[in-house]
């Protein structure tokens, strides 16, 4: 079945750093992927989609800026968080559509000290 | 935009016991109606879903429901077990634009032994 990979599983940085997360779907091509945004007891909350070869679409609140989305190959897309802060310490999850089914990727636990 | 509501936030339940969970949605474009186990740390599993142009369906001992007019579907549970403890999101896409996939708030189910 479709599979779908992030990397890294979890990453610890410090304030003010950036930190990049890779979304692989590793047997099928995903022109749309999702990225969402999960704390501790709550909701996946969706940030923004990524679309191959255009600018992402992000939802209300989430700043474009602080949250690049590049998703330049039909099987890569990349979300930078720049200069991260304490806040931002969540759990982010990307999803590649396949038909009208959605995989998931085992997810990203970032920190920011 | 969508807007996906989920009740109950927590379940309890004996072993044996039925549950179910409810959902409501906003947006009468929505047509796909997927359910999620989540466990601590981990991705969403899709457990069953359901599409407009069906009332129910069912797999084994889970089954969910969907009535479009008053826009909310259900998620039952029969002779729950230990395992199926985790936490349940319901989720609601359409098949315009972006076909962005909106969670419900979850619910935490816990079954006692």
């Known amino acids: 079945g479709a599979v779908v990979s992030q990397h890294p599983s979890w990453v610890i940085c410090k304030s003010g750093t950036s930190v990049k997360i890779e979304c692989r779907s590793l047997d099928f091509q995903a022109t749309t992927m999702f990225w969402y945004r999960q704390f501790p007891k709550q909701s996946l909350m969706l940030m923004a989609t990524?679309?191959?070869?255009?600018?992402?679409?992000?939802e209300q609140g989430v700043e474009k800026d602080k949250f690049l989305i590049n998703h330049a190959s039909l099987t890569l897309s990349t979300l930078t968080v720049t200069s991260a802060h304490p806040e931002d310490s969540s759990f982010y999850i990307c999803s590649a559509k396949t038909g009208s089914e959605r995989e998931f990727g085992p997810g990203t636990r970032l920190t920011v000290l | 935009g969508e807007n996906v509501e989920q009740h109950p936030s927590t379940l309890s339940v004996q072993e044996g016991d039925s549950a179910v969970i409810k959902c409501t949605y906003s947006d009468s474009a929505s047509n796909y109606f997927p359910w999620y186990k989540q466990e601590l740390g981990k991705r969403p599993q899709l457990i069953i879903d359901?599409?407009?142009?069906?009332g129910e369906k069912k797999d084994q001992r889970i089954a969910v429901t969907l009535n479009k007019t008053a826009k909310h579907f259900s998620l039952h549970i029969t002779e729950t077990q230990p395992e199926d403890s985790a936490v349940y999101f319901c989720a609601a896409s359409s098949n315009t634009g972006f076909q962005k996939l909106v969670f419900g708030t979850g619910t935490r189910l816990l079954v006692s032994p």
């Open positions: 359901i599409r407009s142009n069906v």
């Open positions: 990524s679309n191959e070869g255009s600018k992402a679409t992000y």
